[in-house]
């Protein structure tokens, strides 16, 4: 696993590095996107350190579990009412590039998404 102090999200959630906050409780917090692909691109990250979703095991259900619930509320008042794509990409070949467990929430006229998509 990273260690925590370089870990970029981390860094974010310890208010070390700037972030543009969506949404934030005790074991959450949602950030934009520094390079959004669509008009509305976020994070939604736990404030606990894993490195991936297939580093999660029965410890993160709970927090993995009101993440998934939470998307909708967030997407909405994000202006998604239309609908909106999550995204989460695992290991290499899934495409992480950031290794701190986070979902990609994203939506907007679809006509002005960028691609490749997350
Ligand atoms: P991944 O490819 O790991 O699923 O996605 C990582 C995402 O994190 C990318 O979409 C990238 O734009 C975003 N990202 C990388 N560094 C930063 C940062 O310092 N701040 C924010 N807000 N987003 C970041
Ligand atoms: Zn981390």
Redesign the pocket.
Same mark, same amino acid.
């Given at each position: 696993m990273n260690s925590p102090h370089n870990c970029?999200f981390c860094r $974010?959630v310890a208010g070390q590095?700037p972030?543009?906050k969506v949404y934030e409780d005790d074991e959450m917090l949602a950030? &934009?996107?520094? &390079? %959004?692909?669509a008009p509305v &691109?976020f994070?939604l990250i736990p404030k606990v350190h894993v490195d991936s979703l297939a580093d999660c095991g029965p410890g993160e259900g709970a927090v993995l579990a009101k993440m998934m619930l939470k998307v909708p509320e967030l997407a909405r008042a994000a202006g998604c009412g239309n609908g909106f794509r999550t995204? $989460?990409?695992t290991g290499p070949d899934g495409?992480?590039?950031?290794?701190h467990l &986070?979902l990609?929430v994203l939506g907007g006229p679809r006509g002005q998404w960028k691609v490749p998509l %997350?």
């Open positions: 970029l $974010i590095l972030s543009r950030f &934009h996107d520094i &390079h %959004p692909k &691109h994070l995204v $989460i990409n495409g992480q590039e950031v290794y &986070h990609h %997350p």
